[in-house]
Every structure is written in structure tokens, then in C-alpha cells.
């Protein structure tokens, strides 16, 4: 499975953003996929997951009802809806995939795309 990730920039504290993850493999479809992120001198942490029929979303408590996560596996997308950013949310942000929704959550995923910075300024 590849990962691509798109979709990040810099915006105001507050504001919203949409990251792109795009999987190709053939079994990409039956993989749990997720977001983590590394912020500068952190390490890199689970953000939110979706299991692999779309059914079944998990978040971190710091981003619960600000970001949402979905999939599309009939276009082999995933996406991440973010608003009411925080300064604290800048990061690289990574996408990933993983046998299940439960090691995902668990911190591990099998594959990892490169991330894409997203940036909050106050």
C-alpha cells in the first residue's frame, strides 16, 4: 500500500483545513487508515482513525469535535477535515494504514505516507 498525503498549509488560529490522503494497492480498500502527527520536538501521535469499511471512527480527545475523518475506497481516498485549529495543532501530519482499526489506535500502523506541515499561527 502507498500513501500520499496533500493538503497542508498555513492557517489562522481558528480557521479550517482539509488533508487528502490518496492509497493505491490493491487491498488498500481493506485496511484501516488514519492520521498521526509529529509536532516540532514531540513525538509523533495518533490523531484519528477509520476502519476499513468506513464504519467506526476513532479520534484523540485533543482534536474530538473538531476534526472529522472519512474514506472514499471507491476513489482510494481518505480525508480530514479540521476546524477550530489551535496553535497546538501544528504538525506534520501523516497518514498510515493498518490491518486493523485497533493497532492503529494503538499507535502502530503497517504503512505510512509522507506528511504534509500543516501550520497554526495565533
Known amino acids: 500500500v502507498q500513501l500520499q498525503a496533500s493538503g497542508g498549509g498555513l492557517v489562522q488560529a481558528g480557521g479550517s483545513l482539509r488533508l487528502s490522503c490518496t492509497a493505491s494497492g490493491r487491498t488498500s480498500s481493506s485496511y484501516a487508515l488514519g492520521w498521526f502527527r509529529q509536532a516540532p520536538g514531540k513525538e509523533r501521535e495518533f490523531v484519528c482513525g477509520i476502519g476499513w469499511n468506513g464504519e467506526g471512527r476513532y479520534y484523540d480527545d485533543s482534536v474530538k469535535g473538531r476534526f472529522t475523518i472519512s474514506r472514499d475506497n471507491a476513489e482510494n481516498m481518505m480525508y480530514l477535515q479540521m476546524s477550530s485549529l489551535k496553535p497546538e495543532d501544528t504538525a506534520v501530519y501523516y497518514c498510515?494504514?493498518?490491518?486493523?482499526?485497533?493497532?492503529?489506535?494503538?499507535?502502530?500502523?503497517?504503512?505510512w505516507g509522507q506528511g504534509t506541515l500543516v501550520t497554526v499561527s495565533s
Open positions: 498510515a494504514a493498518a490491518w486493523t482499526i485497533a493497532r492503529m489506535t494503538g499507535g502502530s500502523s503497517e504503512y
